[in-house]
């Protein structure tokens, strides 16, 4: 199903079980999630997505609740089922209610509408928010 | 460059006087975007609409800046130029400063990123996220 | 602006023009729009897309007419500026009014909308509709 | 599989239930497919998208099977598999015949073809077009 | 399963095996994918877009197995399961190694990822580029 | 017309004047394009994606050509005006000429095409494929 093998930990090279390690160890987990399994075809990709992940989604000027929220967001906008599951599920891990993950869905139903409205129109953007 | 007129306050029927009346009011302006001047042409659209943004961009289970900020999220995503521009100034009115922007576009850019990688490799779901 | 070189008729080798000649006399027009003159710097790539929309566009099961307008929802949700132009332009030509334009976006709105809802909430396909 | 619980009838609370049961009147059938079931989470969001989808797809300067195919043309666009199914049903049933479905989606792959010739080629609009 | 009858070479139209005849020929198979046999709904549809496969996918100024990952790049972008799976199994055939694959999804995520950033925050092509 | 503000060499903190330096020193020119001038606003998020770039775009198992030409099929597909520039004059700077620009359109065009047939008819992956 998967296009690429995915690497299990058994079968693992050394620096793929290196960042293996690390994810679990930061996640409190015994077990690694598909997305990383596949990229491990590619350690170098492995290390620098998993890097990226942790600098970009670490608490910062936004909390990281609502930088999961926005991963949902862009990954229901790009209909994507495997990140669209699984940073709900983090989502959720990190206090999202039902109640916001159904508000965060209609605003984003409302911005893939307002955004087809606009482009299709091609409303020019007013000077005032230039 | 609109591909339908923009309707000016002074030409517009009186139930799209009445929208953009409500609009002004509720921001405290005394100017009316174009985006609700195109869907003036349609003032059952412009009503519903108006409508459905108030609703759904209202306080609730997610604070309204968090909202405007999954609406940038959307737009950026989908290159609507449009939205991008009107929300991330109504975002920065309710508080987004440049370090929460730049952290919100970095959030935006790896989810696209991290979308296609799975998309592209077609990685199952894990059952632990279903 | 445009990345390729714009090939005006003066300029354009014989098969480039035999295409041209076609446009203009299918069109009744005496212009060839932009986008036939950048394709025209691969007259293989020319000749090929205008018969593809020679037969695609003609009328049958469906009428031209809806044919525009489809054409038209497509590129206001992928936000293709030009096409958007070009495609509303024609539809106006054969009988699209301004109300049936704004009905036409308010459903590529809503589509763009709940295709997001249901890609977010990832809602299996009813049985009944397989 | 769905990421929330859908509502079934007998679990419902009445204002869900005024909903579904408008639809099963509105539609002529006895059961209310996934999609409602998974926006009763958030009552105001049926209800309202519920509102919307009457509104839109009514009989006006449109007939209610082209604003179908429209329907079906931005979901296939966007790759979203349930509103795919569930419009492509509903077009059948107003009378869109196999002949009409495959012109339609002939339609649909010109146009996703011809905006990425566009935007790739950043081909300036002519001015006859604005 | 599909939304339109699959057309096996049993039941095909002489004009409609005629085209399945061609590709299993070029392809040197004794079988026709599924792509085809929707397509076939539509002879004319199916004829033309066999032709355009052909002549895009020649071999010219791009060797054949660059246009079998651009292609893969394309549907991995659009999140199109059937054609990432069909044109992956076409650039292994024409010889992409797993590690070419990564690398080819490592440039289509980066892109994704950069559109984003500069959609997002809008902005200008430098003049060098124009 | 920038979101942000563009940082500009002579008002650049040391660590983004390293990353100009570096970019300049690695490309042989003497200026910065805007895209880095923007993700400077963020210096953390202007070395992660230099860097990330870097490592990416190299050559490796596939030519630095190739990756050019597939990174402007992402972003035409996207229509991402700015990386749809910059990157065709990048790939053109390592040797594409005009006619494989063209041949790159065509491809874009026709996986584009195919992506919404396969997706909108719902087409089953062949078994083969997986």
Redo the contacts between chains.
Sequence with gaps: ????K?VEYADAAPEVRAVYDEIMRARGTD?V???WK??A??P??LR??WE??Q???AP???DPL??E?????????????????????AARKKGM??????????????????????????????P???
Tied chains: 1, 2, 3, 4, 5, 6.
Excluded at 69 to 76: E, G, H, I, K, N
Aim: hydrophobic share 50%; charged share 10%.
């Design positions: 199903m998967s296009i690429v995915l077990w999630n598909n997305f596949a990229l075809q590619d170098a990709l620098r997505t990226q992940v600098q970009v989604m910062g000027a936004l609502v930088k929220m926005v991963y949902v967001a862009v990954s229901a906008t790009n209909g994507c089922e495997y990140c669209t599951c699984s940073h709900t599920a209610s039902e109640a916001m993950l159904m508000e965060l869905m209609a605003v984003v139903g409302l911005a893939n509408q307002t955004n087809r409205l606009a482009n299709g129109l091609r409303i020019p953007v007013d005032q928010f230039k």
